[in-house]
Nanobody
Framework: QRRLVESGGGLVQPGGSLILSCTSS????????IGWFRQAPGKEREALSC????????YYADSVKGRFAISRDSAKNTVFLRMSDVKPEDTAVYYC??????????????????WGQGTQVTVSS
């Protein structure tokens, strides 16, 4: 059973913006580092951004630095990934995941224990 649920994916034009949400009815996300990962067809899953559960340290992959932003809303038990200036190469299934021990936002997906089912993001005109 998936403990995380992603939402907010869809079709967006190049240069546009999108906000992905990650929430859980089973986990209190403040107790976990939360990461966003994506997998494009024929490619390996890659880490995009993580936010730690200590000091909210963040990590961004070079491919999204300056365009994507990760944040928490504790009251809503939700972590957001704000995507801007999207490009066709951002097309992928986006997943969020949780790890109770990634206190420095290392963002190594092998360490992340709990995953969502994914949400499709398609960037196309």
């Amino acid at each position: 059973q998936r403990r995380l649920v992603e939402s907010g994916g869809g079709l967006v034009q190049p240069g546009g913006s999108l906000i992905l949400s990650c929430t859980s009815s089973q986990l209190t996300l403040d107790y976990y580092a939360i990461g966003w990962f994506r997998q494009a067809p024929g490619k390996e899953r890659e880490a995009l951004s993580c936010i730690s559960n200590k000091n909210n340290d963040t990590y961004y992959a070079d491919s999204v630095k300056g365009r994507f932003a990760i944040s928490r809303d504790s009251a809503k038990n939700t972590v957001f990934l704000r995507m801007s200036d999207v490009k066709p190469e951002d097309t992928a299934v986006y997943y969020c995941a949780a790890d109770p021990f990634d206190v420095q936002a290392i963002c190594d997906q092998i360490r992340y224990d709990y995953w969502g089912q994914g949400t499709q993001v398609t960037v196309s005109s």
